[in-house]
């Protein structure tokens, strides 16, 4: 009966829309808020939107180059439009349309949201999309080497953030700090941070928050183009280049790109370092055996129309590096250091080898007051470490020439993951309703000579409901609720030797079972209420909600040695799901000249999940490496970001950037501790400069100088790290050269080559410090074959 109302009431809205010559403008995006509802114009420049309620409505109308469009309309009938956009005005710089939409993005939502675009990318490159992001308050990352890192959201890490490409959840090897995320970040569009309890849209492991990766726009009607990205980094004299071209008709669309980085042993400053109180000497302060290369082929092809899209997205990425040499195995005494140090470019064991192949697609379809979305994928993540053959316990002296598995693969994992996600998008008079299904399934195998994790098999479902309510124009808000069900089975794990076993005192060879069978069912409900207060100046955004994490296999089953971490692993097989409860609070003022953002949080886990370091150490199968033993404990955290900005002039700006975090178990074995790889508290202080030169755009000079506290709040073994200082520079601007443009950014990183240690590091553990003065230089040439008329 409802529907049939609404079908009764249905109004039309058209029109056109032109420039300030008369020209029809196609590919404009054109929305309503009220219901949420978006087109886009034809070639001819119209629009038109079908099945309308009487009532108000803002219409937004957006198109790059152009100044936004936003107007007030009432419909009580059909109605027809024409709309005029003017360009934009040299002198009103492109990042001014940038900041409204992102300011929207955050007025409509209670967590705490961070959007970067392509061009932030690309002003902050570094050694991984993570890494890229680490400038924005809040973030942090485990970095090992000098492309491989993971992402901290306010000191949470690993299964504890989601990261999502293209709609779906990235689903590679979380559990390892070594093991870094397959995405190539030229092909990032932009990136969306959420900060706080997101379990309710993404279900399992959102505990601190998701990163949101999403592709570039797709290209505008009629055109055919693409660009060219260099680059090329000193510290580790890396070189490599990011093709891209682009099409489209007035349905039809390609998008291809393909990647490619190579790169050599990084440089830190200095020429000998400590791995665990062993003294090593470094050749051209180099880290050896820490080179590699990657790649990465990406292609999106599909159809859009007023009502209906349907995009493919497929990828590769690959990568191949070295771990560094001397702080890998169970003898790094042993390392030919000769055979390392003749060449920095070349990749010896031990090693990894990283293959990440994705194909997704995202449909939706439009119609009355719903858009159905739709989201399918398949993931296949091949992950190999190789390693010269090491016995230790029981293993034979000598590797078996019957063996079938090769003689340098240490360890070997294949993840592949077949993934939907479904949702309605509903507007309901002063509601937006959006309702959600989630389902997950991984098949999960290992290989190699080594063993720490069992194969395992995973499954989750999860649903959930989520409501805002626009109460007027100041005040939205929102709730939701959300249950998930998720199974894990973990498969028997033998060793491929025998152990000699004492049964009533006579010694049996056997195949010890370092894993048993096991399957775990979890279930569990999850909340969040919040809401968005939005007056004149003056912003405000609460949230409060639950969020949970299953708990993953090498938690519930790891029984062996982790080399990079020196210590000997065991799982715990009753492990209870990870239950969290945060609240999170933001206020911000927005004046002409400055703006000030404070976002405060808390947090509270009944059942954190950690690794404990235990006084046992194994010496049949962990070489007499430490034992550590996953454990749960009550855990209460809390902390806050503080985002300062001001313009002295119209070219002269400054921006402070603080986060604060302190965290502590309130029970188990390390009560009164904090928690490991908890960042330090850090204040960022930036000056930027964007002068007007003749015969150049856009440019900007920028000096960044980060201060970092010491870190003295630490968990055995964990070592205390001393505060540092570090300065950044970044400078770019655009140029044409007959008529080409060219876009230049350049980039020095450590300027003073500062040594130091990032609490948050991996190498930090061996107290390794940073890498050393970084010079960036990155060239991009855009280029349009055809451009729409």
Known sequence: MFSLLLHAQALRLSGSIVNAAGQPLANVRISLSAQNLQTTSDAKGNFRFENLQA??????????????????????????????????????????????????????ESLNVEVVKADFIQRNLGGSLMKTLERLPGIKTIGIGSGQSKPLIRGLGFNRVVVVDKGMKHEGQQWGADHGLELDQFAAGSVELIKGA???????????????????????AYTLGGAVDLIGKSNNDLYGTSVNVFGRNQHLFFDARYTDQRYGDYRVPTDTVFVYDYAVRLHNNQLRNTAGRESGMHFSTGYLSDHFRSIFYLSNTYSKSGFFANAHGLEPRRVDEVLHDASSRDIQLPSQRVNHFKIINRSSYQFAAHQLELELGYQRNFREEFSMYVNHGFMPPQYPESMTIPTDLERGFDKQVYAANLRDNISLGAHRLQVGLNLERQNNTIDGWGFLVPSFNQSTAGAFVYDKLKVNEDLLLHGALRFDYGQVKLFEYRDWFPSSINESGVAVPENVVRAADLTRSFKSLVW???????????????????????????????NGVNYHYFSYERGNPNLDPEQSYQLDFSAGWNAEKWSVQLSPFYNYFPNYIYLNPTSAHDRNYGAGNQVFEYEQSKVMRYGAELQLKYNFWRNLSTEVLAEYLYSEQLSGTKKGYTLPFSPPASLLLNLSWNPELRGLANSYFSVDLRMTAAQNSIVPPEKKTPGYKTVNVQAGTRFKVQGQEFQLSLQAQNLFNSKYLNHTSFYRLIELPEAGRNLILSLKIPFMINKAE
């Not at 004149?536 to 609460?542: D, G, M, T």
């Open 528 to 558: 969040s209420l919040g809401m968005n207060y939005n007056r004149e100046q003056l912003e405000l955004k609460a949230n409060v909600g639950k969020s949970f994490r299953m708990p993953i296999a090498k938690e519930l089953g790891a």
């Open 198 to 220: 997101a379990s309710f849209v993404y279900g399992s492991d959102a505990i601190a928050g998701a990163i949101d990766v999403k592709p570039a726009p797709v290209p505008a």
């Open 55 to 108: 009532g108000k409505y803002r219409l937004s109308a957006q198109l790059e180059s152009y100044q936004l469009l936003q107007q007030e309309l009432e419909l009580s009938g059909d109605r027809q439009l024409r709309l005029l956009l003017h360009e934009q005005q040299h002198q009103l710089q492109e990042v001014v349309v940038r900041d409204n939409l992102v300011q929207q993005r955050k007025q409509e």
